[in-house]
């Protein structure tokens, strides 16, 4: 049997049970008061970058995508590390422009670019570490949505509509939410992920790790502009990658003062499981259905 | 200009100045008493691994050269994360393999598996980061060596030969020198890195950083049996890689003391750098070349 027979889902489920990894963003190591928290995402050439991306958003995006679990935690990033692997026919002036790319990324949310290492290989190939803190009573998991939660996203959903509009800056000079991640920690959240693999997708896996469902209002949506202007904004926001925004659960009462902290929107309630996971759309109730990007498949 | 028209010391030399990093085996992060080390090794299908290699050894050796990197400035590993760049025809017998491989290495130095990723890529790609802490008074660095210090290696030399011999276990079953590290680190080493590169190469690049030579005799260097048995046993200690011993200076003074307390041998002393770096072999003193494997390049 090979790993495409069975898709990027069960491989990870297989490596987590190998490890006894709790799935999430994160690693988190115990530290006393605090949590020491570990990610690292690999990227590679030909699966994550259109052809049109230039090598400092290559650099910039590979930075921000590992940022962006760190802020799903709450943490505050501190330091990074960089593996490199690339042909040796590259040019010196893209690798450069890369490492800019990684620098400026780093520095606007004061991470130190402190080791790395570089290898030959054919296609470009970035795996980057990012350490952050975040205290033991602060930190936040997939676990933990009750029915009765409201349901919150940070900023605006389907900017992966930025690959059909061809526009490289908003898809690649992606802004992980660091910031919003430590400060809606502080109003007892009770559940929170990232939203790299799109809005349907992490639906789906916090709703598994809950065992609730999801009631999601598409008229509380916050389109992005740039998904309105495609005219696919609901697809785009709940299918497709690209939005590395804090999907997260909190206490109904405490939703004013999230809103007042931070640029986060209710988009809908956590639900009992048996009612599944739905989005009302002009007073309909529609699935949504459990498919985003996979590896290995898509 | 292309990464092959300059070769890998060239591009780590550029990457080390951009970031403002220290030429070393880990990042050292300041944590009070103690330095958090961080450390990332990339290993790739197509320069790393062997057509015979298993997939177990595979994921042994993918832990055992970071492993390598924490042992040599004294460190304590604690965990590590592994992101896997696998091809969509991947076998999942051989994907559970190399698992174990990782496991079994890490299980052995006591080091936790924490988290992961893992990407679609054309060939195997395997790149692990670990952590580790070292007492302040304690971390070993690769700068500090001065005039007249003992040069001294842990275990053996020439282990490469296995790649001609054929012995994949002895190839890829690496044993970092973990316990090593720490041990010698109480008797204030001045120097210290990993031989992964070669023994020559290594010489180099300590020569280089202190501003000194060095004085090896060929007469004193621990030729592992296969070496040996590969009748080329001087030519694969000194210029290929496969070596992952502490390479290391301390004042001569403690010489007896670091024989003692781990298995260690004096191969020669460090020199005024206008004496070069010399193999004294058979009486005669020969150049050590700068030479051994180098990524782009080679």
Known sequence: MILRDVGEKRIVEMI?????????????????????????????????????????????????????????????????????????????????????????????????????????????????????????????????AKTGDALFVTGTVGKGAALKMNDMEKLMLVKPRVNEGIEISKYGVTSCMDLSDGLASSLHQLAEINNVGFRVYADLLPFDEIAISSGDETEYALYHGGDFELLFTVPPEVGKQIRRAVDAKRIGEVVEKEKGIKLILNGEEMEIENRGYEHFVS
Chains 1, 2 share one sequence.
Not at 72 to 81: Q, R
């Open 16 to 144: 987590t049970s190998k490890f006894s990894i709790l799935m999430d963003d994160c690693a988190a190591i115990d530290e006393g008061d605090e949590y020491l928290l570990i990610t690292t995402d690999m990227v590679y050439e030909k699966t994550h970058f259109p052809a049109e991306a230039t090598s400092y958003q290559k650099g910039w995006y590979a930075v921000a995508v590992n940022l962006s679990d760190i802020a799903s935690e709450g943490g505050k990033p501190f330091a990074l590390n960089v593996a490199i692997g690339m042909p040796r026919n590259y040019e010196i002036d893209m690798l450069d422009e890369l490492l800019d790319g990684i620098y400026d990324c780093a520095s606007l949310y004061n991470v130190d670019v402190v080791g790395g290492d570089t290898k030959e290989t054919d296609f470009l190939t970035i795996s980057i570490t990012v350490l952050g803190r975040v205290g033991k009573d602060r930190i936040m998991r997939r676990k933990g």
